[in-house]
């Protein structure tokens, strides 16, 4: 059997690591707030060469927060992906604004920034651009519009840590970068974990006062706010397994290389360009028939995951919004033929060439 993922063995060669940090965390008494998270926040900026982070307690509230903290008017009209997680689109809601779907790129699978101008109206105050699967968006022309029309960016980096374009890491753009430390992360916790990356000293304030009741000293509060703390053991997981990131993601590289050398043309491979590092969160593929596929894989004993297998604009939740269309032909395509493979730190070489030979024999 070769799981799709694999947790206990991902975080196996940390758990030294991981213990001591347990143990300091136990030792010294400080849960929340503590030397913990201010040490993972220094970390975790300086690995991005930017002034701020602020732990927040997942990938979705480091969303919410960001938007938030641009202090939007209620109903203005925030562009993203229609392809993306709904996590983006529930944030957008939550702040009590209009998402509004542009399409992506059905080669890179990230939003077409040729599509974002015509979406733009009067009320457009954001962008939101998700770095999905790994692959960081074409920001060069975002960013151009950013400009042209005044917007905030916020960056959804959940599955971006450590991607660049054009050698400039994800989240550090110029804006809000928001990352997840979901468990099966590039860098994940082990548990839920969040943060947000900025350069505007204003910002990391806001954010700060926004995580903890809207309070900068305690029982003074000076803003509506939140619980939204990102704690000092998750803080200290995450510090345990930073200085790995880089390798971590060299090694799911390594992994993605034996898929593009040696998987046949059956089947549509993620995009490559020297323009992007890609650091394979996930490592889809496209294929007509799909759930074929996927059941023909889980009878070799080879985990798969579909990534996402409903649309956001056909899910439940998301009838009725305003300004949803009834369609998003793109991002249908991609959800209809999406499917996820093993390519992960917990995987070998000699498990990825199996899956590959599974493949070429379908």
Known sequence: MIPYENLKRLNTPFINKLKQGFDKVLDNGYYILGPELEAFEKEYAAWHNIPYCVGISNGLDALILSLKACDIPEGSEVIVPSNTYIASILAILNCQLVPVLVEPDLATYNIDPDKIEEAITPNTKAIMVVHLYGKCCQMDKILA???QYNLFLI???AQAHGATFKGTLAGTFGGFGA????????LGALG???AVICDDETHKNTLMQLRNYGSERK?????????????EMQAAFLSAKLPYLEEMNAHRNKLAKLYFDNLNDQFILPVQDADYYDVFHIFNIRHPKRDDLQNYLAEKGIGTVIHYPVAPHQQKALAGVKGLKKSYPIAEEIHKTTLSIPCSFCHTEDEIMQVVEA????
């Open 145 to 147: 519009i950013k400009e």
């Open 155 to 157: 960056e959804d980096c």
């Open 219 to 231: 029982y003074y509060n000076d803003i509506i706010g939140y619980n939204n703390r990102l704690d």
């Open 192 to 194: 839920d974990a969040g």
């Open 179 to 186: 990352f997840s430390f979901y468990p099966t992360k590039n």
């Open 359 to 362: 493949l070429n024999n379908y």
